[in-house]
């Protein structure tokens, strides 16, 4: 089944274009579902989230918000920005930058009666700085914070 | 096969260039005043750092004089080159306070030894709360407070040669 | 007077490969023989005087000379002397020499091994390698030149990140390199032949080493970064889609599929413009990485210093070769002589279609990368990970690793499909019968996993059946590289499967002299103790881990450390490796009531991951080494066969 040679080029052409298409269109498709959006409490109360969908929330762990399960590895929280506040629980152990008053950005997602429920904690990484223009602080700051803030 | 198909993949890479240097060009656009200017200083009292120098609280800030208020950290490399501009500004008769984020005692006392110590009085902020309330966001920064405690000027990231007669002008202003 | 003299070699090496430059574009518009005659030992030099200036850089670190900003910065002298040593590619300056080095080194082994390409190809491949190094010595020496020394020397070094002090780490940015390197000279290969008009079996012959080299390099820097994150880390996981890992996987994926279309160029002739462009997109994809990392546009869990600027210099750099590249190819590639036909139910055909679906799988790992970018452009910040990567990549994949099994065992040109239906029963057979033994005992496991240990196995069968009815000692090496390779990707898949599908979590609160049972094993938390080493202390808790109903025992002492200097916290995770999987246990915080949170896996033939890995690297090895020999036979050949043409030439003007 010798084919045209000029119609062997095509035929490859039409192949990896279709391929390539099938994939961006696949990931454009996903990517609308699956990328996990980032939200500070005030977002959630302003916009409210669909229960199940993976997001990342951010913003500050309020004072004495922090009690520990009894069964010694779960811990509930408080995160809120100035405006709003959302429960938080998270099963795992914490990382070590996360205090009281301190900034953190929790993956996971709402559950049915409006707790968050965290996979992950992630807290400020490298504060040894170097000068960079900062947002305004607040809501801002915060969604900075969650730019630079990777996993411990 | 006719050319332009062959620009094809120039044009997406082409596209590529156009979102990252996107990305890369927009946050240095975003020149920013400090929302905390103007604003008292925040409650705090911070214990000692070091055993030669005072601890540091807000009330310590209501004595009329305008002050320097210097976030750093022993383990902060900016910080080490920052340190021979500060004394330049204490010199000048600048009164700076310093707070010490996450630290402990003895590195402390030993970068002030190695870098010079041009602080009055130093609190020991271990759990990183004052820095975060007073909104600085990385380590050193540096803030004119006035003689009745409100903030002034932010000043993010080391100081340079350069700023010094500027953070001068600024105590000036806060007097 | 060390760092004086090295960054006058840089400066020099900068110098000459400009000369490099010139004298190959003048020699090819046709001015001046001599020129083309230095560009070889001129390509020698540039190697020999960058390698002088990193010796210098390496020197000075290992003298921890504090009047050197960058050795200031990084090297603490109470650091441990492999890290001093490391430490000298551990930062961006010193990284971006080591680039730069192995760089000039590859261009000097280029012009002092390659014999036969057609000497105008020749010429324009290292005029290209010199012009991708200018940018880079222009990188370094205008925006991070790692000789700056400070105006007075300071009294300790900084930089004693207690993160980056791992040997895995040491070395792994260094392979990675190599692998991204090895891509710049198939690149300068591919637009030496697009200009000169010579894009054929020669030319593929000559680029295939770089290619293959740089692919085994590429290999086993992602398989050892796997691995750090494994066990550094302490999340049990072995791949996090993070945008750094990404940034190694994708010119891994695009020399994966280079690697192959230039094999059906050199042995077939066939599939010329699709070699070049791969050449083109497997660069780009390194130097994306390399942009991505460096630019800090994107976060990670691997923290390098953000700078913009920085990041502006290499988008800048890439615009150039990359956007210059695809320039040309669109102007010349009309001209690229159509390639060998072959029928599609071939081994060219299978390759075709390997081909397309890795691109297909690049084009959905880059897209999701660089997917956060762009919604942040629109003002949304998302953050893409496993949820999109993992069945998006494997809709692709999966059909690839069928076509992978299936490749090797066509003939080439053209093949018939009986035979193939009768060499696959056996494989087909071992994966229904996976199938039969996961679903009996298996209990419920997701469907990706499920896929994925059913064709790990049929793979492992079928990419072994090459071998059938050969000697197998004269079997040549590159037959074997090829079944070794594919093996080992059939490995790393059941391993992949095997954790994600088998994987036991326990998470306590225990008390010391409580038991906790996971997996086959029944862990004993004894006691903590205090311990220290050179620059930190640490808790360490002492854990007995026996097979449940069993005898023998093993001690597992996972730590919580804290450094002295930056402050730090890192946990150490405590592993039990076995021949069926690994014990992974991590100790978390004291909680009030005096219990400890412990963190304990079994995550059933996990290090199957790496063996894999290592296979394929090791596989790409036998090939390297099959065909240099047997390029070195062919050119001893080819040139009594050029001698005797000669002759007969001679011959027939004397006639």
Known sequence: MAVKAKHQRLTLILLALAALIGAALLAAYALRDQASYFYAPSDIEAKGVEAGRAIRLGGMVRRGSIAQAADGVTVNFIVEDGKASVPVTYRGITPDLFVEGSGVVAEGRMDAGGTFVADNLLAKHDENYMPRELEDMNLDEIKQQAETTVTQ | MTNWKLWLPFGLFALFFIVVAGGLISPSDRTITSKMIGKPL??????????????????DFNTGTPRLLNIFASWCVPCIAEAPHLQALSDAGAEINGVAIRDKPEDVAAFLARNGNPYTRIGADNLSSVQLEIGSSGVPETFVVDGQGRITYQHIGDIRASDVPMLLEKLEEAR | MIAEAGLACLWLAAALSLLQLLAGGFSLAGRGEQLASIIRPVAIMQGILVAIAFVMLIWLFLRTDLSVKLV??????????????????????????LWVTIMGLSGSCIALLEKRLRSDTMIATLAAQAFVSIGFYAFLLFSSNPFERLPSPVPEGQGLNPLLQDPGLAFHPPTLYIGYVGLSVAFSFAVGALITRNVGPVFARAMRPWVLGAWIFLTLGITAGSYWAYYELGWGGWWFWDPVENASLMPWLAATALLHSVSVLATRGALRTWTIMLAVVAFSMSMVGTFLVRSGILTSVHAFAVDPERGSFILALLAIYIGGALALFAIRAATIREGTRFSFFSREGALVLNNVLLTAILGIVLIGTLYPLLTEAMGTKVSVGPPYFNPVGAAFALPMLVVMAAGPLLRWRGDSGRKLINMMALPVLAAAVTLLVVVLFGGRIGILPLLGLILATGLAIASIIPLWGRNLLRTPLNIWGMVIAHLGIAVALFGMASESAFNQEVLVASQPGESHEVGPYTLTFNAIEPVAGPNWTALEANITARVTGSDSSDTLNPQSRNFSSPPTQTSEAALLTRWNGQLYVVLGEENADGRWQLRLWWKPFVTFIWYGGLLIGLGGLLALIGRTVRDIRRRAHDMQDEENE??????EAAA
């Not at chain 2, 214990?47 to 807000?58: G, H």
């Not at chain 3, 002298?77 to 430490?87: D, E, I, V």
């Open chain 3, 646 to 651: 000669q002759d007969q030439q001679a011959g």
């Open chain 2, 42 to 59: 925040p409650a705090f009292d911070l214990p000692q750092a070091v055993a030669d120098r005072p601890a540091l609280s807000t009330a």
């Open chain 3, 72 to 97: 200031a910065m990084n090297s603490h002298s109470a650091k441990p002397f492999l890290y001093k040593f490391a430490g000298t590619w551990g930062n961006h300056e010193g990284s971006m020499l």
